[in-house]
């Protein structure tokens, strides 16, 4: 490590920082990413064939925006990101 880079971490955990280890991932369906969403209050409707089959907040999104969005209710709550689960 180098000098400076230990000089940075020193200074900012002496200033009350923290280092948390980052959680993996949790594996979901896209079934349980609806889920989710359904309870945090958000409802998602899925419309076949589109590159954006999903509706959520009267905006189109693709099957990663739709867990970007659970992502970020799960930011917010302090819970592992879902990752999409195929299969």
């Known amino acids: 490590?180098?000098?400076?880079?230990?000089?940075?971490?020193?200074e900012f955990l002496k200033d009350g920082g923290r280092i948390v280890k980052v959680e993996s991932d949790v594996p979901a369906t896209v079934a349980e990413c609806l889920a989710y969403l359904e309870s945090c209050g958000v409802s998602a409707k899925y419309f076949p064939g589109d590159p954006k089959p999903y509706l959520c907040h009267k905006r189109r999104v693709s099957l990663q925006g739709l867990f970007d969005l659970a992502n970020g209710y799960r930011h917010a709550r302090r819970l592992q990101p879902f990752a999409i689960k195929h299969g």
Do not use: G, L, Q, V
Request: charged letters at 50%; proline letters at 0%.
């Open 1 to 10: 490590m180098k000098r400076d880079d230990e000089i940075a971490i020193t």
